[in-house]
C-alpha cells in the first residue's frame, strides 16, 4: 500500500464536483435533489477514490447542511470516510463592505481540532472569495456547469500529487497550475 501524505485536501461541492441545475441539461442528470438536476463533474467518483488513497480529504460547502450531506452520500465512493463533511453552519459569515453584501467564508483554522495545521490543508475551490483569508492554501479550480466533455480533474489529480511531501503547502505559488506537466 502506498504511504498516505499528511496532508489534507478539502473540496467544494458546488461547481467544483458536481452542478446542480434547475432545468435539465442536453444530457440525463447524474441523479436528482428535490427539483435540481445534478450534474456529477466527469470522473469524480474514480477521483475520489484515487485522491484517497493519498491524502485525507474532505468536503465543505457554503450550501446547507442537508444539501451537502445528501450530495456527498451519493458522490463519495462507499470505502472512503472522508474527515468532514460540512456545511453552511462551519462558514463564517462575512461583509464586503465595497459591495455591501455577505458571503460565506470558510476559515480553515477551524480544522486544527480535527488535527490539521494551516500549513498542511489545501482547499479546492472555483470561488476564490470562499477562502480569502487562506490564500495560501488554495487551488483555484475552473467552475463546472455540466460540460460532458470537462477534464479538469485529471489534471488536478496529477497537481495534487506533487504536494504529498511538500512541507508547507502554503509557500507554493498555485497560479497557473493547469500549465503543470508531470
Ligand atoms: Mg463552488
Request: proline share 1%; aromatic share 16%.
Given at each position: 500500500m502506498e504511504s498516505k501524505s499528511d496532508k489534507l485536501i478539502i473540496f467544494d461541492l458546488d461547481e467544483t464536483l458536481i452542478h446542480a441545475n434547475g432545468a435539465e441539461l442536453g444530457y440525463p442528470a447524474h441523479f436528482m435533489f428535490d427539483a435540481y438536476?445534478?450534474?456529477e463533474r466527469p470522473g469524480v467518483r474514480s477521483f475520489l477514490s484515487d485522491i484517497a488513497?493519498?491524502?485525507?480529504?474532505?468536503?465543505?460547502?457554503?450550501?446547507?447542511?442537508?444539501y451537502v450531506a445528501e450530495i456527498v452520500d451519493h458522490i463519495m465512493p462507499a470505502t472512503i470516510e472522508p474527515l468532514v463533511v460540512w456545511g453552511r453552519s462551519k462558514c463564517t459569515m462575512k461583509r464586503d463592505y465595497e459591495y455591501d453584501t455577505y458571503y460565506y467564508e470558510k476559515r480553515l483554522d477551524k480544522l486544527k481540532k480535527k488535527g490539521f495545521r494551516l500549513e498542511q490543508i489545501?482547499?479546492?475551490?472555483?470561488?476564490?472569495?470562499?477562502?480569502?483569508?487562506?490564500?495560501?492554501?488554495?487551488?483555484?479550480?475552473?467552475?463546472?456547469?455540466?460540460?460532458?466533455?470537462?477534464?479538469?480533474?485529471?489534471?488536478?489529480?496529477?497537481?495534487?500529487?506533487?504536494?504529498?511531501?511538500?512541507?508547507?503547502?502554503?509557500?507554493?505559488?498555485?497560479?497557473?497550475?493547469?500549465n503543470f506537466s508531470s
Open positions: 438536476y445534478v450534474y488513497r493519498h491524502f485525507t480529504i474532505g468536503i465543505w460547502s457554503s450550501a446547507s447542511d442537508d489545501l482547499i479546492v475551490d472555483d470561488s476564490p472569495e470562499k477562502a480569502r483569508t487562506n490564500y495560501g492554501n488554495a487551488v483555484y479550480i475552473k467552475e463546472f456547469t455540466g460540460d460532458g466533455n470537462d477534464k479538469e480533474l485529471q489534471f488536478l489529480f496529477n497537481y495534487l500529487l506533487t504536494f504529498k511531501t511538500t512541507a508547507n503547502v502554503r509557500t507554493v505559488e498555485k497560479r497557473g497550475w493547469r
